[in-house]
């Protein structure tokens, strides 16, 4: 092929990605301008429960006086400092792919994982989320740090984004599948990314019965939904039907154990190399793995 030939390919393939993006663009500006109360009144109960959970979770005004939201304030918190090597795998996952790309950080919350796109050079950062107070955290975190241009936030319903049909690079799930019907929001996103595009989905595990318990044991800090539908391998099985499944990676067995030793940094900074060196060797087992609080995977939009 010759080099004017490929230079004509790029820029028909340049164009066609233009009009995406000005398409998605649009369809960004319809659904910021919808009203929150209008949005809200075509939820359904289960959706208008999780909505509520979220925002009572992430408003400020009931911070405690260390500026804490109920969320970061949850007895949890401290498991969910033990988890370094998870987020070090989906840091390097999504640098590797974000790059010029759209990417949508999927019920993105506060927008702190849409902003790290943002800054690792996305070229559109999108995060969706059913919760308005979630939404305008996030929209106020991205216009303090000057990213209002390169990060859209928008009031929306993951099963039913309103998103135009092959407009996404990347999608992230992180930690938040559980609190969605994956029977709608697997086709939906298989639906809004692009031929290639890609998903990694991080998520609790539900076959540890040590967790289970724990769960049970601590019903206030979960809503109705998301008790029942923590993820299992069923449910990636079940991703099958509309993307090639990737690489599925589990972590963190004996990690959580450092949350013991939060409040003692420490003796948790020695500990927690000692106890991730173990995880890295138990989650290679088949018959163990499974017992791994939380796990990963990929999912990919086959080419057409």
């Given at each position: 092929?010759?080099?004017?030939?490929?230079?004509?390919?790029?820029?028909?393939?340049?164009?066609?990605?233009?009009?995406?993006?000005?398409?998605?663009?649009?369809?960004l500006e319809s659904l910021q301008a919808r009203k929150s109360g209008e949005f809200a009144a075509t939820l359904d109960e289960r959706k208008h429960s999780e909505r509520?959970?979220?925002?009572?979770s992430r408003d400020k005004r009931l911070a405690n006086s260390q500026g804490e939201t109920k969320e970061k304030h949850r007895g949890n918190a401290k498991w969910y400092?033990?988890?370094?090597?998870?987020?070090?795998?989906?840091?390097?996952w999504l640098a590797q792919r974000v790059p010029g790309r759209v990417v949508l950080d999927y019920a993105c919350g506060d927008g702190l994982e849409t902003l790290k796109a943002a800054r690792m050079g996305a070229a559109l950062a999108i995060g969706i989320d059913v919760s308005n107070v979630s939404v305008a955290n996030a929209t106020d975190y991205a216009a303090r740090e000057g990213r209002a241009d390169q990060c859209v936030f928008i009031e929306g319903d993951c099963e039913a984004t309103g998103?135009?049909?092959?407009?996404?690079?990347?999608?992230l799930c992180s930690y938040m599948l559980h609190h969605l019907d994956l029977t709608y929001a697997y086709p939906e996103m298989h639906r809004i990314l692009k031929p290639g595009g890609c998903v990694l989905a991080c998520e609790a595990l539900n076959y540890?019965?040590?967790?289970?318990?724990?769960?049970?044991?601590?019903?206030?800090?979960?809503?109705?939904?998301?008790k029942e539908h923590i993820l299992s391998l069923k449910d990636v099985?079940?991703?099958?039907?509309?993307?090639?499944?990737?690489?599925?990676?589990?972590?963190?067995?004996?990690?959580?154990?450092?949350g013991f030793l939060q409040g003692v940094p420490k003796l948790f900074g020695v500990t927690m190399p000692l106890l991730n060196a173990v995880d890295r060797t138990l989650?290679?087992?088949?018959?163990?793995?499974?017992?791994?609080w939380q796990f990963s995977f990929e999912l990919f939009k086959p080419l057409e």
């Amino acid at each position: 092929m010759s080099t004017a030939h490929l230079q004509q390919v790029s820029s028909i393939v340049a164009t066609g990605e233009s009009e995406q993006n000005a398409s998605l663009r649009v369809a960004l500006e319809s659904l910021q301008a919808r009203k929150s109360g209008e949005f809200a009144a075509t939820l359904d109960e289960r959706k208008h429960s999780e909505r509520q959970w979220a925002n009572f979770s992430r408003d400020k005004r009931l911070a405690n006086s260390q500026g804490e939201t109920k969320e970061k304030h949850r007895g949890n918190a401290k498991w969910y400092s033990t988890t370094q090597l998870s987020l070090n795998y989906r840091d390097n996952w999504l640098a590797q792919r974000v790059p010029g790309r759209v990417v949508l950080d999927y019920a993105c919350g506060d927008g702190l994982e849409t902003l790290k796109a943002a800054r690792m050079g996305a070229a559109l950062a999108i995060g969706i989320d059913v919760s308005n107070v979630s939404v305008a955290n996030a929209t106020d975190y991205a216009a303090r740090e000057g990213r209002a241009d390169q990060c859209v936030f928008i009031e929306g319903d993951c099963e039913a984004t309103g998103l135009p049909d092959r407009s996404v690079d990347v999608i992230l799930c992180s930690y938040m599948l559980h609190h969605l019907d994956l029977t709608y929001a697997y086709p939906e996103m298989h639906r809004i990314l692009k031929p290639g595009g890609c998903v990694l989905a991080c998520e609790a595990l539900n076959y540890n019965p040590l967790i289970k318990m724990y769960r049970k044991l601590t019903p206030e800090m979960r809503t109705e939904w998301e008790k029942e539908h923590i993820l299992s391998l069923k449910d990636v099985r079940a991703a099958k039907r509309f993307f090639d499944v990737g690489e599925i990676r589990y972590w963190h067995l004996f990690s959580p154990l450092g949350g013991f030793l939060q409040g003692v940094p420490k003796l948790f900074g020695v500990t927690m190399p000692l106890l991730n060196a173990v995880d890295r060797t138990l989650v290679r087992i088949p018959a163990v793995q499974l017992m791994s609080w939380q796990f990963s995977f990929e999912l990919f939009k086959p080419l057409e």
